[in-house]
């Protein structure tokens, strides 16, 4: 299959340009910060179309502003070469996103817009998905995933160099990711320190495929060579925290002038011999490394079968602190002694401590002893005859159909009434909705539809995904706070592991997990009904019918869903 030559979307900046705002480098940006090109990565010549899209200006924008009714824009990440990047909210989906928007006369609109399709299209959970990509109003525009739990390699190098554990399953994950992008016709070429995340998890994630490259018009003749270079240059740098040229770029130091590239156990002493001869095989791509005298390797797959055939990286033993010694006592007629220690002087006397005298032995003692020993019995006899007195009377009124109020007056309990359902959305914090359009059928009144989940192979908790860690389930929006005293949720089918949440009062759009702080019900598995009573009512607008594992469809396939949701005030 032919290789693509668009790449990333790592956008760096070849012109030195600083980005548009100074926290460009969060974790949850979209990787569109300025930054120099170092090392091997050189772009092609300065084209005509090149000139013309440095010269290009970004479109005008604001933050407020909305995109297809749909997407809000919050922050501007970045803006230059005439495209700007932006973190914004889906209104719909109610989660964090982020958007790459230029002018449709740009001259890398079609390339961009090709590119984010052929990624849309890999569908592979180790890159960051691109979720939409349009062309409406001039204006050209991609959205992509926002991950709030991850972070930047670069973060993590600015912190020192990574464990040889940690640094093996860097190049194992992100080869094993590249290998299947090429195998497809997709590559990187601007593979970095910060277009690669790091999970809360551990996984390691790819932003930038197939999009960031058309954003820059880079080229490339062996996009294979170029990407495995590119991922020897972020071993590199995991094991020795320098990077492997001369110049300096990612917030790392690069190597001395002059002396070319050394090996990364020569640079730093403890280095892990195999992966330090790894990252020389993926940088050295015109002859063998003079060590072990092994063959270059030239593209990610065999990458990813050289890491493969390396002896397992154990991580790192938990350390323990050593408790301290026991100390033995001894008793010895009524006085504590210590046992010597080895630093003590073997003369040294035993210091004897007089004991106590017997307490409250005087005739005085005695007498407030008889005291307070009356005084307990007849305050043990008066409590029970009061609670006699109370249980006696409570029955009786229970046994009195007639008795309608209390002798208080207090009149009863108000009997709960159901509360207007205003919508209703699937909750999906981290990935695209797969039954979006069927959320309604919870509140439809017709139990014969219902919100089905798609079918998962192997794994009830929704495939073992990380972009599905947070499960899925049905919001309800009561269109403004009200007092919630019960919910009742007939389930698509028994052996749901479900719970019911609730937002705070004065949450807004709740997007993620997080937002729903209330708990309502425990987790739990339901039969045909989840019902839940609240003792106290508690005031909300949001509600959450929150599933996080799925029953068995049969050949070891999973599904679930919900057919009715009704609340109660």
Same mark, same amino acid.
């Given at each position: 299959?032919?290789?693509?030559?668009?790449?990333?979307?790592?956008?760096?900046?070849?012109?030195?340009?600083?980005?548009?705002?100074?926290?460009?480098?969060?974790?949850?940006?979209?990787?569109?910060?300025?930054?120099?090109?170092?090392?091997?990565?050189?772009?092609?010549?300065?084209?005509?179309?090149?000139?013309?899209?440095?010269?290009?200006?970004?479109?005008?924008?604001?933050?407020?502003?909305?995109?297809?009714?749909?997407?809000?824009?919050?922050?501007?990440?970045?803006?230059?070469?005439?495209?700007?990047?932006?973190?914004?909210?889906?209104?719909?989906?109610?989660?964090?996103?982020?958007?790459?928007?230029?002018?449709?006369?740009?001259?890398?609109?079609? &390339?961009?817009?090709?590119?984010?399709?052929?990624?849309?299209?890999?569908?592979?959970?180790?890159?960051?998905?691109?979720?939409?990509?349009?062309?409406?109003?001039?204006?050209?525009?991609?959205?992509?995933?926002?991950?709030?739990?991850?972070?930047?390699?670069?973060?993590?190098?600015?912190?020192?160099?990574?464990?040889?554990?940690?640094?093996?399953?860097?190049?194992?994950?992100? *080869?094993?990711?590249?290998?299947?992008?090429?195998?497809?016709?997709?590559?990187?070429?601007?593979?970095?320190?910060?277009?690669?995340?790091?999970?809360?998890?551990?996984?390691?994630?790819?932003?930038?495929?197939?999009?960031?490259?058309?954003?820059?018009?880079?080229?490339?003749?062996?996009?294979?060579?170029?990407?495995?270079?590119?991922?020897?240059?972020?071993?590199? =740098?995991?094991?020795?925290?320098?990077?492997?040229?001369?110049?300096?770029?990612?917030?790392?130091?690069?190597?001395?002038?002059?002396?070319?590239?050394?090996?990364?156990?020569?640079?730093?002493?403890?280095?892990?011999?195999?992966?330090?001869?790894? +990252?020389?095989? +993926?940088?050295?791509?015109?002859?063998?490394? =003079?060590?072990?005298?092994?063959?270059?390797?030239?593209?990610?797959?065999?990458?990813?079968?050289?890491?493969?055939?390396?002896?397992?990286?154990?991580?790192?033993?938990?350390?323990?602190?050593?408790?301290?010694?026991?100390?033995?006592?001894?008793?010895?007629?009524?006085?504590?002694?210590?046992?010597?220690?080895?630093? =003590?002087?073997?003369?040294?006397?035993?210091?004897?401590?007089? #004991?106590?005298?017997?307490?409250?032995?005087?005739?005085?003692?005695?007498?407030?002893?008889?005291?307070?020993? +009356?005084?307990?019995?007849? +305050?043990?006899?008066?409590?029970?005859?009061?609670?006699?007195?109370?249980?006696?009377?409570? /029955?009786?009124?229970?046994?009195?159909?007639?008795?309608?109020?209390?002798?208080?007056?207090?009149?009863?309990?108000?009997?709960?009434?159901?509360?207007?359902?205003?919508?209703?959305?699937?909750?999906?914090?981290?990935? *695209?909705?797969?039954?979006?359009?069927?959320?309604?059928?919870?509140?439809?009144?017709?139990?014969?539809?219902?919100?089905? #989940?798609?079918?998962?192979?192997?794994?009830?908790?929704?495939?073992?995904?990380?972009?599905?860690?947070?499960?899925?389930?049905?919001?309800?929006?009561?269109?403004?706070?009200?007092?919630?005293?019960?919910?009742?949720?007939?389930?698509?089918?028994?052996?749901?592991?479900?719970?019911?949440?609730?937002?705070?009062?004065?949450?807004?759009? &709740?997007?993620?997990?997080?937002?729903?702080?209330?708990?309502?019900?425990?987790?739990?598995?339901?039969?045909?009904?989840?019902?839940?009573?609240?003792?106290?009512?508690?005031?909300?607008?949001?509600?959450?019918?929150?599933?996080? /594992?799925?029953?068995?469809?049969?050949?070891?396939?999973?599904?679930?869903?919900?057919?009715?949701?009704?609340?109660?005030?």
């Amino acid at each position: 299959m032919a290789e693509r030559s668009t790449a990333a979307v790592d956008v760096a900046d070849t012109s030195g340009e600083e980005p548009l705002t100074a926290k460009a480098g969060k974790v949850t940006d979209d990787g569109a910060k300025a930054e120099k090109v170092s090392g091997r990565d050189e772009d092609a010549a300065r084209t005509d179309e090149t000139r013309a899209a440095d010269e290009a200006q970004p479109p005008d924008l604001h933050s407020g502003h909305k995109l297809a009714r749909r997407y809000r824009l919050e922050e501007c990440v970045t803006r230059l070469d005439g495209f700007s990047s932006w973190r914004a909210v889906d209104e719909k989906l109610r989660r964090a996103v982020g958007v790459h928007i230029l002018p449709a006369d740009h001259p890398r609109a079609r &390339p961009v817009l090709s590119a984010a399709r052929s990624s849309a299209l890999l569908g592979d959970p180790r890159f960051v998905q691109v979720l939409d990509a349009v062309e409406e109003n001039d204006l050209v525009y991609v959205v992509h995933e926002w991950l709030p739990d991850a972070t930047e390699l670069t973060t993590h190098l600015a912190n020192g160099p990574l464990e040889p554990h940690e640094a093996y399953q860097l190049v194992s994950q992100v *080869s094993q990711a590249m290998a299947a992008a090429h195998r497809e016709g997709l590559a990187h070429l601007r593979i970095t320190p910060s277009s690669v995340l790091r999970t809360e998890s551990g996984q390691y994630r790819i932003r930038g495929l197939a999009v960031m490259a058309a954003l820059r018009g880079i080229t490339c003749e062996h996009p294979q060579r170029t990407d495995t270079e590119a991922i020897g240059a972020l071993l590199y =740098a995991a094991l020795t925290q320098r990077w492997p040229y001369e110049n300096d770029a990612h917030g790392l130091t690069g190597l001395p002038k002059g002396v070319g590239l050394i090996a990364p156990d020569q640079v730093r002493a403890g280095v892990h011999r195999g992966l330090s001869e790894l +990252a020389m095989r +993926a940088l050295i791509n015109d002859g063998a490394t =003079a060590s072990r005298q092994e063959q270059p390797c030239t593209t990610p797959e065999e990458l990813s079968k050289a890491v493969a055939a390396m002896p397992r990286i154990r991580p790192p033993e938990t350390a323990f602190s050593t408790p301290p010694p026991y100390q033995r006592t001894g008793y010895q007629q009524g006085s504590y002694r210590q046992t010597a220690s080895h630093n =003590a002087s073997a003369g040294r006397p035993t210091q004897v401590i007089a #004991t106590p005298p017997p307490p409250l032995q005087s005739r005085t003692g005695r007498a407030l002893k008889w005291s307070v020993s +009356a005084l307990l019995i007849a +305050a043990l006899g008066l409590g029970s005859w009061q609670l006699a007195d109370t249980l006696l009377k409570r /029955e009786k009124d229970q046994d009195d159909p007639g008795n309608s109020q209390s002798q208080g007056g207090t009149k009863k309990k108000k009997p709960s009434a159901p509360l207007a359902i205003q919508s209703a959305t699937e909750f999906s914090p981290l990935v *695209s909705a797969f039954s979006g359009d069927q959320a309604s059928n919870a509140t439809d009144d017709n139990p014969s539809t219902a919100w089905v #989940t798609k079918r998962f192979k192997g794994w009830a908790n929704f495939g073992n995904l990380p972009a599905r860690k947070d499960g899925s389930g049905i919001v309800i929006d009561l269109g403004s706070a009200k007092d919630v005293s019960g919910v009742e949720v007939s389930m698509y089918r028994p052996g749901q592991t479900a719970e019911v949440l609730a937002a705070a009062p004065s949450a807004s759009s &709740p997007a993620v997990l997080s937002d729903f702080s209330q708990r309502l019900s425990k987790p739990a598995k339901a039969g045909e009904k989840l019902s839940v009573k609240l003792d106290k009512a508690v005031k909300t607008r949001y509600l959450l019918v929150h599933i996080t /594992e799925l029953p068995s469809d049969g050949d070891d396939w999973f599904r679930g869903g919900i057919s009715e949701i009704k609340v109660t005030g």
